[in-house]
């Protein structure tokens, strides 16, 4: 482990290295020289008078708040000497995982390839680019052939995966009673208890004010709403991203949530941000990929056919195809333990420098992907901001909810916390449920995989997603699917099949997020 000092100065380091690549770098530098011709800038205490200028002109608040973003985004550093893999991530049975997890996608992509005798990209010819731009804002309205086309997988089949994952270091015997953990992840990683979570989520705690609780705190919710909403607006003029992050704990106004989001993972959407997404939407109508028509099977199998999203249909497709080319996430895989897959430039099979990354952005979409940017439509309908945000949001938490990693926000993780909190605190439950061969993971992996879109009503879905921003993490998921198995445990212990535990849990729709979490948290023993 680095020392307390040297951690701090490799972060400082990294970070300063980071945003002299930004966009942001160079703004300052043309606002440092500009304000050498104003009269307050005086040559004994230019310095000092620059650095007052930024301050006061606000360019000091938005480097304050790139800073915070690169250190929400990128994990502490390692040791110096240590590989980029290992930042990637630690275990190596877990890469080993993830490394076999991405062959059977891309074969399972190739087979497809094969099968259907489609190039995996090809150029669209004059008029077919003539056609797409000319139907860019009513794609929803065209109704390809897409009944030979088939998901590369979906959840069930990535938690068959999962189930599957063992610790070669730990004997057969000994793992098997490692925590006397009876549930379908078998493998040690620590995850929190109650306790902890309950001090990781205290301002979650009964006696705090949280929006959409109507008696949750002393003071009355409309004059809770009242103050909150001031706060909130106070925090947007001081434009400050971890003031928002922490505020947003409580819950987010509707009002004020698109400027919150956007303010804590550090979006402005200046003119170059909104010519970056042309030029993605320009390569969008050059090319055609074969996951493009993944992208509109999954929409037309998901999003358009939930009450709450098909109205946004187009915007799903416009923000997809957009994502799919963009290359800037292929950053993210500095941090993701997942690799992007390659392709070859045709007869060139194997030769390195003829391998490009596909598809560009190196994310192939599963079944169910387009709902992580259905609720976002609610918020933003401006194509470009929608993106960005979208984009965002991806490379900071949706990434880890489908890929094989030990990271404590890690689709691993979360299922083994799930498992835990039921086992520890619903006994009773867990063990009838696994009796009748009815393991809750295989009814709550889906909503964890999705992030609950999807299942739950969309006012209380973002209520949620305020959570995963506030507090910078995706355990809440996991939180979350156990207090949903504890509030219908009643039902749940008469049940004698799975699929009658599926019904009992089939519809999601009327739960109160906030009661829910509060209850399990702080109002069941510990």
């Known amino acids: 482990m680095l020392g307390q000092d040297g951690g701090l100065s490799l972060t400082i380091a990294q970070i300063v290295q980071r945003l002299k690549a ?13 304000s050498l011709h104003r009269p307050e800038i005086k040559l004994e205490s230019l310095k000092e008078d620059i650095k007052e200028f930024l301050k006061t002109s606000g360019w000091e608040k938005k480097l304050q708040n790139a800073v915070y973003s690169e250190l929400s985004v990128f994990p502490a550093p390692c040791h110096p000497s240590a590989p980029p893999e ?42 077919e680019q003539k056609e797409l731009l000319t139907k860019w804002n009513e794609m929803g309205a065209d109704e390809p052939d897409l009944s030979l086309f088939r998901p590369v997988y979906a959840p069930k ?44 989520f205290s301002e979650l705690e009964l006696n705090t004010g949280q929006l959409d609780i109507d ?31 922490q505020y947003i704990r409580q819950g987010c106004p509707t009002s004020l949530r698109s400027e919150l989001w956007a303010l804590i993972l550090n979006i402005s959407n200046q003119p170059e941000d909104v ?69 070859y430039i045709r007869g060139k099979l194997g030769m390195e420098e003829y391998a490009v990354f596909y598809p560009p952005n190196g994310v192939i979409p599963f079944h169910g992907f387009s709902m992580y940017v259905a609720p976002l439509c609610f918020l933003y309908h401006e194509p470009s901001k929608l993106y960005q945000v979208f984009r965002e949001i991806y490379v900071r938490y949706f990434f880890r909810l489908h890929s094989i990693s030990s990271h404590p926000s890690g689709i691993v993780a979360l299922c083994l916390l799930f498992e835990t909190l039921l086992q520890t605190h619903l006994p009773q439950l867990f063990y009838h449920l696994r ?7 295989r009814i709550s992996f889906k909503w964890m995989v999705r992030a609950f879109s999807g ?30 198995f504890a509030f219908r445990a009643v039902n749940l212990m008469e049940v004698t099949s799975l699929a009658a535990a599926e019904a ?12 829910l979490l509060q209850i399990f948290l702080f109002a069941t023993g510990t």
């Not at 890469?95 to 059977?104: L, P, S, T, V």
């Not at 909130?232 to 400050?240: A, F, I, N, S």
């Not at 009992?504 to 009661?515: E, G, H, R, Y």
Request: proline fraction near 4%.
């Open 504 to 515: 009992v849990l089939a519809d999601l729709s009327t739960l109160k997020v906030m009661p």
């Open 455 to 484: 299942y739950l009503a969309t006012d209380q879905l973002l209520l949620l997603w305020d959570r995963i921003l506030g507090y910078n993490s995706l355990e809440i998921l996991a939180v979350l699917a156990a207090a949903v």
């Open 157 to 200: 089949d990535f938690l068959e995966v999962l189930m599957n994952l063992r610790n070669p270091n730990y004997e057969t015997s000994e793992q098997h009673s490692f925590r006397n953990h009876l549930g379908l992840i078998q493998v040690p990683l620590k995850v929190k208890n109650i306790p902890e979570l309950k001090e990781y």
């Open 215 to 245: 008696d949750s705190a002393q003071v009355p919710p409309e004059l809770f709403e009242n103050e909150h909403v001031r706060i909130g607006q106070k925090v947007l003029t001081e434009q400050d991203s971890a003031a928002a992050q």
């Open 22 to 34: 930004s966009g942001l770098h160079s703004q300052l530098e043309r606002q440092a020289r500009l």
């Open 275 to 343: 010519l970056y997404y042309e030029q993605l939407k320009s390569n969008v109508i050059l090319h055609d990929l074969l996951v493009d028509s993944l992208i509109y099977k999954d929409v037309k199998l998901t999003a358009s056919n939930d009450d709450y999203y098909f109205v946004f249909e187009d915007y799903l497709y416009q923000v997809l195809l957009c994502f799919s080319r963009d290359t800037s996430v292929l950053q993210h895989f500095a941090y993701n333990s997942a690799t992007p897959p390659k392709s």
């Open 435 to 441: 009796e009748i061969g009815a393991q809750p993971l």
């Open 86 to 127: 290992h930042v990637k991530e630690s275990l190596a049975y877990m890469k080993k995982a993830q490394g076999n997890w991405e062959k059977r996608i891309l074969k399972s992509l190739n087979s497809m390839c094969t099968e259907l005798g489609i190039p995996l990209a090809q150029k669209r010819s004059i008029n």
